[in-house]
């Protein structure tokens, strides 16, 4: 079979917290735009899709390059619709209109301007080599996760307090990370109905490469990250020799 890779990037509009979130100007450019260059920029990938309900963000996606085919029905588009259930609709009329089945699908999530190609190509090498259904990224966190109740009270829901409170004897943990690449067989896809199939597999990113942008605050923070990112690299080199 054809290796046929597609980059999705899903953009629906309606965000809360950070008004036009998807199209808002993050260092002179519209946010949307990173992660179609990223996309456009890596030779794996042959199409480019964004998948939108609004006809601006469509507007603003094309002029970066991406591919709006058509635009999501309103159904799809809700605060509680499903970003699975939007991957599902595009598959099926890729497949009826345009003969299009792609035999992977790569997830870039808009929020993500700190992603860097390397990180879609080692989530790729990971898949190849490796009998991996789904390869994401991840990043460090602390391993030790804390709820709070109605009350306020703070409830450890993984482990014990009679635990060693030195976290290197805890098992390192991760959380889904804001460098978002999700790379799903079809396969797999449709036949699980999830993105995170039960032969999953993750890449580790950088804590510092992992801001996703869901706050004001971290869209700050995104946007020092970014202007210094070169800096960054160096002094964490220097700081870890």
């Known amino acids: 079979m054809v290796r046929k890779i597609l980059a999705y990037i899903p953009a629906r509009s309606g965000s809360k917290r950070i008004p036009n979130k998807n199209i808002r100007n993050f260092l002179g450019k519209p946010l949307i735009a990173y992660p179609i260059e990223h996309a456009l920029k890596c030779s794996l990938i042959d199409r480019v899709i964004v998948d939108t309900e609004s006809s601006r963000i469509a507007k603003i996606a094309k002029h970066c390059g991406a591919e709006v085919p058509w635009l999501r029905p309103a159904h799809l588009a809700q605060d509680a619709s499903k970003v699975i259930d939007s991957i599902f ?123 996703d942008l869901d706050y004001p605050e971290e869209w700050v923070m995104a946007e020092v990250f970014y202007k210094n990112k070169e800096n960054i690299k160096k002094r964490i080199k220097q700081i870890g020799k």
């Open 89 to 211: 609709y595009l598959l099926d009329r890729l497949a009826k209109e345009q003969d299009y089945r792609p035999t992977h699908i790569i997830i870039l999530q808009t929020t993500s301007p700190l992603r860097e190609i390397k990180d879609i190509w080692d989530c790729w090498k990971l898949m190849k080599k490796t009998a991996a259904t789904t390869v994401l990224t991840v990043s460090p966190t602390h391993p030790k996760l804390y709820h709070l109740s109605k009350n306020q009270d703070v409830v450890l829901v993984n482990g014990s307090e009679s635990q060693s409170s030195n976290t290197q004897s805890w098992p390192p943990a991760y959380l889904l990370n804001g460098c978002a690449v999700y790379i799903v067989k079809t396969k797999a896809l449709l036949k699980e109905k999830r993105v995170i199939t039960k032969r999953t597999k993750a890449v580790v990113c950088p804590k510092w490469r992992s801001v």
